[in-house]
Nanobody
Framework: VQLVESGGGLVQPGGSLRLSCTFS????????KSWYRQAPGKERELVAS??????NYADSVKGRFSISEDNSGNMVYLEMNSLKSEDTAVYYC????????????WGQGTQVTVSS
């Protein structure tokens, strides 16, 4: 089982980035798909999650970030707009089964740096 993120990089404040996450298994149903982030010296925090039709966002990103998935269910995206320096972090994708045994899979992370 593999989970691979891509799309991170360096962007100026106010800019945009789109992160992608690809899962190697069939995940059309039965999974909660999430993006987390971890800034230096801070705990990992939930950014956004999706299990259609339910979508949740952290208060700090509401109105700026958008999570979505493709029709195959194997890819999830995080569109990030109006980026701020405080969005700088390593971003991780997580797929978690929504039923027992609730297996969870994490990607390796992708660095997002917001700086002028």
């Amino acid at each position: 089982v593999q989970l691979v993120e891509s799309g991170g990089g360096l962007v100026q404040p106010g800019g945009s980035l789109r992160l992608s996450c690809t899962f190697s298994e069939d995940a059309r149903t039965g999974y909660v798909k999430s993006w987390y982030r971890q800034a230096p010296g801070k705990e990992r925090e939930l950014v956004a999650s999706i299990r259609n039709p339910y979508i949740n966002y952290a208060d700090s990103v509401k109105g700026r970030f958008s999570i979505s998935e493709d029709n195959s269910g194997n890819m999830v995206y995080l569109e990030m707009n109006s980026l701020k320096s405080e969005d700088t972090a390593v971003y991780y994708c997580k797929f978690k089964k929504s039923a027992f045994p609730y297996d969870a899979f994490w990607g390796q992370g992708t660095q997002v740096t917001v700086s002028s």
